[in-house]
């Protein structure tokens, strides 16, 4: 196979490989067990760096890694204490960091959330990173309403737990973000950090910082449909009420390979609640 054959889809795959973190060397072996020739595999690896260094602003070099929350149950064990409440450590994976955890909420904080929640909830905004505003994106189908840090009780309750659980501060989290999914609603893969190198995340930095971690909570169980993605490390999490999923990603890059998504609800409705970790305190 040569050079000049070199597909628009081969291309992306070099790009993907190097960005999370694998050496140009490493990537020759495979593409020779492809029917690469040695040459026309390292001229393949070089025209597509070059063809993506006037595209990519990493191109030249890797942001720094920052300090990430570092959840209780990290060091194995299956059941941990958060404000006094046993929580379940379900899954856990190294890289990406992805934590599956177990009853971290209870029936009835889920049921107040919900109920807070549905008479208040209109079409979701994402946030425009060439203006830093919130808008209607297409690709986020679903409906979501958000409450201050300490809106209400089970929201103070809830968010002191989450700070207990991943030793990280409430006031660098966002406050909670309720999120209704209906029949086919879905958010494709996406990532949470803000790009640093688009004109309008200055002033999404400037209060708290960058994103560093997610916690996205089930607040029911949806009849069939709504797991949350992670393409990159092809692994899921089935939206269980009460459980919820974490994920870290310790600088804004697609090497920390935590694109997700939130699969299309299928049947019933699907209802979440998240909450988004910033490097230091956020108003």
């Known amino acids: 196979m040569i050079a000049d054959k070199v597909t628009a889809e081969m291309g992306r795959w070099i790009l993907q490989q190097l960005r ?6 490493a990537l020759v072996q495979p593409m020779l067990g492809s029917g690469w020739e040695k040459h026309a595999a390292i001229a393949a690896i070089e025209q597509a760096l070059r063809g993506n260094i006037a595209h990519d602003p990493y191109a030249n070099g890797l942001p720094d890694p920052v300090a990430v929350p570092a959840p209780a149950g990290a060091d194995g064990r299956a059941i941990v204490e958060a404000a006094g409440r046993p929580v379940q450590v379900l899954a856990s994976m190294r890289d990406p960091r992805i934590i599956v955890f177990g009853s971290l ?9 919900v109920a807070l929640a549905r008479d208040r909830v209109a079409r979701s905004a994402t946030v425009n990173q060439q203006t830093g505003l919130d808008e209607v994106h297409a690709g986020r189908t679903s409906e979501g309403t958000c409450f201050d840090r300490g809106a209400h009780g089970v929201c103070d309750r809830i968010e002191a737990r989450i700070a207990a659980l991943l030793d990280w501060p409430v006031d660098r989290g966002e406050g909670l973000q309720v999120l209704r999914y209906g029949p086919g609603a879905q958010y494709k ?10 004109p ?9 910082g960058q994103r560093v971690a997610s916690l996205v909570m089930y607040l029911n169980t949806p009849t069939h449909g709504g797991a949350t993605t992670f393409p990159d490390a092809n692994f899921e999490v089935a939206p269980i009420k009460g459980n919820a999923v974490f994920f870290s990603y310790d600088r804004p890059h697609p090497m ?3 694109l997700h998504g939130g699969a299309p ?3 019933g409705e ?3 609640a998240t909450k988004w970790l910033r490097e230091r305190g956020h108003e």
Request: proline share 7%; charged share 30%.
């Open 20 to 25: 999370s973190g694998q050496t140009p060397e």
């Open 105 to 113: 909420l209870s029936d009835d904080e889920c049921d107040q959330l």
């Open 189 to 198: 893969p996406h990532h949470d950090y803000f790009d640093p190198h688009k």
């Open 200 to 208: 309008g995340t200055a002033s999404v930095l400037a209060r708290g």
């Open 256 to 258: 920390t390979r935590t």
């Open 265 to 267: 609800v299928i049947e």
């Open 270 to 272: 699907k209802w979440v």
